[in-house]
C-alpha cells in the first residue's frame, strides 16, 4: 500500500474555520437547514471543494455535491458523505468531520495524481439532522427517491415551507425538478461516512475509531393531547381534563416501555413538548410533545411503539382528553455492507490499529444511501460521548487515524 498521509493542519483548520459559522454565545454552533448559516457553510465548502480538484454542483433536494470523473465515466461512483447542517445550539464536529474528511480524501487523490476508474463524490446532505421541518435525513431520503410533495410543504416555526426555503436557498435549487434529481443502485457503487460515535463507547474502551456493523432506526412522532383550558386558580382539580398533567403521565410511560428489557438498547426521548396558549395561570387547551424511539432490531422498535400507543389512548380516555398522533420518521434499521466491514478491518490490519465493531445508536444519511448502494460507516471518539450540544468535542489526532483509514479503504475501491 502506497503510504499516503492526510493533512491534519489543512483538516483542523477547517474544523476550526466552520465551525464559526452559525457560532452560538457557548461556543456552539446552529446552522439550521437551508438558513444563512448553511448556505454560508455550503459557499465554503464550494470553495474547498473546488480546490480539492470537485467539480461542484447543488440538487434540487439541497444536497450539495463535489465530483471527480474517473477513467471510466460508465462506471457508478465512490460516494463519500455526511452533512453540515446542525441541531440547535449544537456542536461542532457532528456531521462535519465526515464532509470535511471527504474532501481531505479528494485532496489527496487529486495532490497524488492517483488514478481512478470510478467518478468520486463527496457529499453534504441537507438537513440531516430534522431540526427546522422535524423530519431528519431529508437530502438522503430525497436522493434515494423517498421524498414526496407532501414533504416539501411542510412548514417550520415561521410557517415558510420547505418548498419555499429550498427556492431561496439559491445554487439553482429548484423543488418542481427533484425527480431529476434521484439517483439510482447504477450510480453509486459505494458509500462511505465518517462520523462522531455521538456515544462513550469508544472513549470507555480507549478506541481512537470505530467500525460501525449497523444503524438503529429512529421512529419520530408528535403526539397532540387535547383538553379544556381553565383558570389555574379556580378549576378545582378533580373538575379537570387536564392535558399537561396527561402528557406528563404519558412521557413517564414512554421510559418504563424503553426500559422494560434492560439488555434491549430500545430509546425513547421527548425531545420537546408545548403547552397551548401557554401561560402559568392557564390550564393548557392542548399540549403537544415530540417522541423519538429507536432501536436496531425493527420489531422490539415497533413494538414498544405499539405498547406506548395503547398507554396513550388508555390515559387519554381516563383523563377525558382526545389525541392525535402523527408519525414524521420512520427509518428501518439498517446493516452495514459486509464488504466494506471487511475493506474497513482489512486496512486497520495494514495500519496496525486494533478498531472495535459497533452498532449506531444515532441516525445517518448512511442508512437511506444503503438502499442504492453498499454503505460502510466509520466513527471516532468523542469525548465523554457528548454531542448535539456545544460541548461536542473530538481530538483532532483521532479525527486523522479515521480520515486516513477512510482514505485507504477508499482507494482499495477506485
Ligand atoms: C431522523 S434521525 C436524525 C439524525 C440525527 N443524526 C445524528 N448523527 O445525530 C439523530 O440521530 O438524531
Ligand atoms: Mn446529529
Known sequence: MKVVSINQKRLQERIEKLSEIGKTKDDGVQRVALSDEDREGHLLLTEWMREAGLKVRH???????????????????????SHTDSVKNGGKFDGIIGVLAGIEVAHIINEENVSHQYPIEVVSFCEEEGSRFNDGLFGSRGMVG????????????????????????????????????????????????????????????????????????????????????????????NLRKDPMIGAAEIIKEIESVCMKNPTAPTVGTVGLINAFPGGSNIIPRSVEFTMDIRDIVLERRNEAIREIKIKIEEISKARGLEFEIEQNVDASPVQCSKTLIKTFKDVCEELQLEVPVMVSGAGHDAMFLADISEMGMIFVRCRDGISHQPNEWADIEDISIGTKVLLEAVLKHI
Open 59 to 81: 440538487d434540487h433536494f439541497g444536497n450539495l455535491i463535489g465530483r471527480k470523473e474517473g477513467l471510466n465515466p460508465n462506471l457508478p461512483c465512490i460516494m463519500i458523505g
Open 146 to 237: 423517498k421524498i414526496n410533495r407532501e414533504d416539501l410543504e411542510k412548514t417550520d416555526e415561521n410557517k415558510i415551507s420547505r418548498y419555499d426555503a429550498l427556492r431561496s436557498f439559491g445554487f439553482g435549487i429548484n423543488p418542481d425538478l427533484i425527480d431529476n434529481s434521484v439517483r439510482t443502485p447504477k450510480e453509486v457503487k459505494y458509500y462511505f461516512e465518517m462520523h462522531i460515535e455521538q456515544g462513550p463507547y469508544l472513549q470507555e474502551t480507549n478506541y481512537p475509531i470505530g467500525i460501525v456493523s449497523g444503524i438503529a432506526g429512529p421512529a419520530w412522532f408528535k403526539v397532540k393531547l387535547i383538553g379544556e383550558a381553565g383558570h389555574a386558580g379556580t378549576v378545582p382539580m
